[in-house]
């Protein structure tokens, strides 16, 4: 069992940067091999994928709506994944998940929630105007 606890959400102006942290229990990433992903979920809207790494940390990709803002990374000695958010914008006020995903060694960044196994219980972010 996977457990994956968010941290460093919280309220910020414009313009202003956070960094997610996500730390995994319950796996060793050095041993297994997960895919890490950030989705977020906005009041009255779905859930939409941020950002995702393969398990190595060799490759990532982020969504448009973030390309150039957020940056996804890992180290993997100490089980945690982050999200840099950098010139933050109201639009970007959501609850962030950290999700993970069993790949089996294959270098895969998943970019839907369905390929995902575990989440964690979010964080919230708030971007003031």
């Known amino acids: 069992q996977v457990q994956l606890v968010e941290s460093g959400g919280g309220l910020v102006q414009a313009g202003g940067s956070l960094r997610l942290s996500c730390a995994a229990s319950g796996v060793t990433f050095s041993v297994n091999s997960y895919c890490m992903g950030w989705f977020r979920q906005a009041p009255g809207k779905e859930r939409e994928f941020v950002a995702a790494?393969?398990?190595?940390?060799?490759?990532?990709d982020t969504a448009d709506s973030v390309k150039g803002r957020f940056t996804i990374s890992r180290d993997n000695a100490k089980n945690t994944v982050y999200l840099q958010m950098n010139s933050l914008k109201p639009e970007d006020t959501a609850v962030y998940y950290c999700?993970?995903?069993?790949?089996?060694?294959?270098?895969?960044?998943?970019?839907?929630?369905?390929?995902?196994?575990?989440w964690g219980q979010g964080t919230q972010v708030t971007v003031s105007s």
């Open positions: 790494i393969s398990e190595n940390g060799f490759s990532s």
């Open positions: 999700t993970s995903a069993r790949v089996y060694g294959r270098h895969e960044v998943r970019k839907t929630a369905l390929g995902y196994d575990y």
